[in-house]
């Protein structure tokens, strides 16, 4: 691949928005007068994927996560912003489209169970990616290159013969995780994609991935709530809050010395082996909700340093020393408490 | 005292290429207000054990041999009717699959209140009551609003602590998980488990959670069972399989965990995988992929024998050696 004439980001996202109307239909609303209902559950989001490395994605569930995944994917249309492929504007394309473009952009979705159509074989599911774009000719090239994608996914080429149903939960995420390989796209949008799976597998498919990437350049982006996980994969790491990213920047930065109180929460609530009497504190203060967030900044009501501009503004996404950016008015003061990862073990 | 005893299960799958045995004769006892931790390989079986347990094989599935007891009474043989009461009222199951049970054309609300109208026989308004307190319970933000929301309208964590919630509502005394907290961030995991906790010490509640994080057993089990193609290649106390794991298995899925700070470039691994399950090969399942392995590991299968705090099945132990 000549590198040179490419720029160093194969996905940039601007000011990305998803709303959803949750209201109740419009009949209802009139005769009982309630209001409209709009859920943001992604609140204007930039960022960029570099070319040939991992994009990890972590945050609190319903953070909008799976939402940002199914904006890249054409799965679901912004409200507002706009989605990058290197040079093609893809913000409004539909799912699939265009074809020479959707084959270099896979997902991995979440739920490995509603992904896979339990009517057809492993070897039509992952067979007809192969040869609906045209990458085996032949059968026997389909066949050979089936066997080839679920051994490496770590099951049996005799299982090509199987129905969806045949197998357990893991193993039915490796089935898609071969699907999502079929296409050898340049991004993989991957949903959780290890954890339905025991650690041993775990380890297998996420050296597969490293593997991958050194031998073919393919970028990632990554979700997971698995921290373990996403510091052994990222290189750059988005820590998402209530729809929006409240920290972004080089993986080692925000591991070691996070500037946000969130990132810093999430960082201590991790399991430990130690076995016994532990009970891990669950985070204190009221549960955010999207259909109503918190005025200022969205995390102040669970924010040991939130002050009087916390509870009014909402801060804004700065680079800090280390070269990370994130979104804290007590960074901005330089009201963090110095951190490492062992004060709060 | 004794809740739930499984007495040598083999659950068997008839398929056009001959039977597949998924679980190979497995035997197990719980007491109440006991956690069980059910750890293995994926596809080794624990899905399967658990619905051996609440009669959800899906046919043409059976089991073949064995017995599944509750309280003492046999609960593998009864009508489906029957069962069906059992479930739910005695044995609340979350499945893996947090889709399978949702029905997408109920709001979340409607399912929670009907199933504690049929199984606690309260009236609407105070089922409607106790959905919001349950969904608040599970750590869903403003559960009155989302109460009147369709499954598909919540996040794919929230969806399974729905799941959890149903499942918990009928306040059953058997609780069988079936990765209960995989989807969920490590907060809302620890809110779960408090819960689960809080169920067990409080009611006697008993809880099989299956997962392979080994962070939310060590933290939540008394007692862990590791399963292999099918079988339990060990048993035993929480702390002694976390810390000192007797089983090669067992010592090679622990040393799989990855470490936050770690720089390897690789993640440790098993190598290999595991064989299917028909046609075993004589002798020892992990044989071929154990580093410990002797000759007899690949003759002849081993049993169970007391060791550590529990049982292994292994040739490295017993009076063999
Ligand atoms: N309906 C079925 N027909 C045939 N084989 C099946 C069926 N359901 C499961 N199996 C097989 O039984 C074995 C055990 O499956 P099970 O779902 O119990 O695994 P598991 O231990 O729960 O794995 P995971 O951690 O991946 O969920 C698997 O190898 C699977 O292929
Ligand atoms: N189709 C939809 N209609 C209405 N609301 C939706 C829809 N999809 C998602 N949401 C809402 O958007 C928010 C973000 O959901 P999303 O699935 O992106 O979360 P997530 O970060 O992936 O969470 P998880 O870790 O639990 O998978 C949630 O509050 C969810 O209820
Ligand atoms: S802006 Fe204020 S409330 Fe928000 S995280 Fe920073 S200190 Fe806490
Ligand atoms: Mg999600
Ligand atoms: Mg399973």
Redesign the pocket.
């Known amino acids: 691949m000549n590198d040179q004439a490419q720029s160093p980001d194969i996905l940039s996202v601007r000011k990305v928005s998803k709303r959803f109307d949750i209201s109740e239909p419009f009949l209802n609303r009139l005769l009982e007068r309630r209001p409209r209902r709009i859920l943001t559950a992604v609140d204007e989001i930039s960022f960029d994927v570099p070319r040939g490395k991992t994009f990890a994605v972590v945050g609190e569930s319903g953070c909008g996560k799976s939402t940002v995944a199914r904006l890249l994917m054409g799965l679901h249309t912004p409200s507002a912003g706009t989605i990058r492929f290197e040079d093609s504007d893809i913000t409004h394309m539909a799912p699939g489209k265009p074809p020479a473009l959707r084959r270099r952009m896979q997902m991995i979705f979440q739920d490995p169970f509603a992904s896979l159509n339990p009517r057809w074989r492993v070897r039509e599911i992952i067979g007809e990616p192969l040869k609906n774009f045209g990458i085996c000719k032949t059968r026997a090239e389909v066949t050979q290159e089936v066997e080839k994608l679920l051994v490496q996914v770590g099951l049996n080429a005799a299982d090509a013969k199987?129905f969806p149903?045949?197998?357990?939960?893991?193993?039915?995420?490796r089935l898609s995780i071969a699907r999502a390989l079929t296409t050898r796209p340049e991004l993989l949008i991957c949903d959780e994609p290890t954890s339905?799976?025991?650690v041993s597998?775990q380890s297998q498919i996420l050296n597969l991935m490293k593997d991958l990437q050194d031998e073919f350049g393919m970028s990632y982006i990554f979700i997971s709530h698995d921290l373990a996980v996403v510091w052994y994969m990222a290189d750059v790491l988005a820590v998402m809050y209530l729809g929006k990213i409240v920290e972004v920047g080089p993986k080692e930065q925000i591991f070691e010395n996070p500037q946000h109180p969130y990132t810093r929460l999430l960082m201590g609530t991790v399991p430990k082996l130690t076995v016994g009497g532990i009970e891990r504190a669950p985070v204190s203060g009221e549960v955010p909700n999207p259909i109503s967030p918190p005025s200022g900044c969205s995390f102040h009501p669970r924010c040991p340093l939130a002050n009087e501009t916390c509870r009014t503004v909402s801060p804004e996404l700065k680079v800090r020393a280390g070269g990370a950016h994130s979104a804290c008015h007590a960074a901005d003061a330089g009201r963090l408490p110095s951190w490492t990862r062992m004060a709060a073990e | 005292m004794t809740l739930l005893e499984l007495d040598n299960i083999v659950?068997e799958?008839p398929?056009r290429r001959g039977p597949?045995e998924?679980?190979k004769g497995l035997s197990l006892e719980l007491n109440e207000g006991q956690i069980l931790g059910l750890v293995?390989?994926?596809?080794?079986?624990?899905?399967?054990?658990?619905?051996a347990i609440t009669g959800l094989i899906?046919p043409p599935?059976l089991i073949r041999s064995g017995q599944v007891r509750l309280r003492g009474q046999r609960i593998d043989n009864l009508a489906p009717e029957k069962m069906r009461r059992i479930r739910g009222k005695e044995i609340g199951a979350i499945f893996?699959d947090p889709l399978t049970s949702l029905n997408p054309v109920y709001t979340v609300g409607e399912q929670l209140i009907d199933t504690m109208r049929v199984h606690l026989g309260l009236d609407h308004k105070a089922a409607r009551k106790r959905a919001i307190d349950w969904l608040a319970e599970v750590g869903i933000p403003a559960p009155e609003a989302r109460l009147d929301q369709y499954p598909h309208q919540f996040s794919g964590g929230m969806r399974q602590r729905v799941v959890i919630a149903l499942a918990l509502c009928a306040e059953p005394k058997l609780i069988i998980a079936?990765?209960p907290t995989t989807a969920l961030d490590v907060s809302v995991q620890a809110q779960i488990l408090a819960l689960l906790k809080r169920l067990c010490r409080e009611n006697g509640t008993a809880v099989i959670l299956?997962t392979?994080d080994m962070g939310v057993i060590a933290e939540t089990a008394d007692r862990v069972a590791v399963?292999y193609a099918?079988r339990l290649v060990e048993i035993g106390d929480v702390a002694q399989v976390i810390q000192d794991p007797l089983h090669p298995y067992t010592k090679g899925l622990m040393n799989s965990i990855p470490q936050i700070g770690n720089r390897d470039a690789r993640l440790t691994q098993i190598e290999g995988a595991?064989p299917?399950?028909r046609n075993p090969a004589p002798g020892c399942a992990f044989a071929p992929r154990c580093p410990q392995a002797i000759d007899t590991c690949r003759t002849l299968r081993p049993i169970p024998v007391d060791a550590g705090s529990g049982q292994v099945a292994c040739h490295l132990f017993g009076e063999a050696q």
């Open positions: 199987k149903h045949e197998f357990s939960g893991g193993q039915r995420q339905a799976l025991d597998v | 659950v799958f398929t597949l998924a679980v293995g390989e994926s596809g080794a079986g624990k899905s399967i054990t658990g619905a899906e599935g893996q079936d990765e299956v392979h399963m099918g595991m299917g399950l």
